[in-house]
């Protein structure tokens, strides 16, 4: 497998995290759990034009099947997908609230949905990226060609400084993330800045501190070997290990210890299915 990735440089970087490419050998197709994080990516399957998801009914799995070249808002619950998605596929990990330079819409009506690029960068525009990427000769023209686009797309657009200085201070201490301090230091009312809050990062400031201390616990998990979940429980600022598992169950649809054993190479990606079980 080939697993690139690359911060860009200014003034990208403030709202993007990094550039990425995938390649991956065909093999049996799986299906994989991926992990709310809290923030959008921009994806372009060049392997087939299309994205597929799934959803798991009372009558079993089905699939929906979206155009190659996707936003995906921020999630708020794990999205289920095939392995066949990783075999060609590039795209654009932002930071939280980092769509704003690049996309009118606001965050809050791209959370937990698949928007197609098109609608929102043009189908020309789209279309003219994909074979920008398609015709790129290495990997690394490959990200060229992302940062290109993204400069392009461009727009003076920033985010509100209350909503800038809240997600410092979330980040700065994931475990103990609060929204009162926040609020008692910037100059908007309460109800004022959850509302801008949500439309630039795409959910409020209790959930994106729930799924920030859930992703510091999933970064720490995958990291180690066996793990201590009742000790991680308490670094990364949950009550108990009973309020843990309550979180993992929520964004991930498995408990602590369905995730450890079923980790990849990736840490938001978790085997689901094997292909002989569709």
Known sequence: MLFLL?????????????????RAPHGARTLELVLPTGAPQLIVNLAEDQTRAYERRADGFH???????ILTGVTTTYQIID?????????????????????????????????PLESLWGARGTARLREQLLEAPTPHDVLEALERALLVAWRQRSLHPAVAFALSAFQARPSVARIRPVTDAISLSPKRFIDRFRAEVGVTPKRYCRLLRFQRT?????????????GLAASCGYVDQAHLIHEFRAFSGLTPTAYEAARTAFQNHVTFLQSADL
Do not use: M, N
């Open 218 to 230: 999933v970064a720490q998990a995958h990291g180690s070997g066996r793990i201590d979940w009742a």
């Open 83 to 115: 392995t066949d998605e990783q075999e060609h596929v590039a795209g654009v990990a932002f930071r939280p609230g980092g769509t704003v330079p690049f996309i009118a819409k606001p965050a809050s009506a791209l959370r937990d949905v698949d928007a």
């Open 6 to 22: 690359r911060r860009p440089a200014p003034p990208l970087d403030a709202y993007v995290e990094s550039l990425w490419l995938c």
């Open 63 to 69: 699939c929906r099947v979206s155009p190659g070249s």
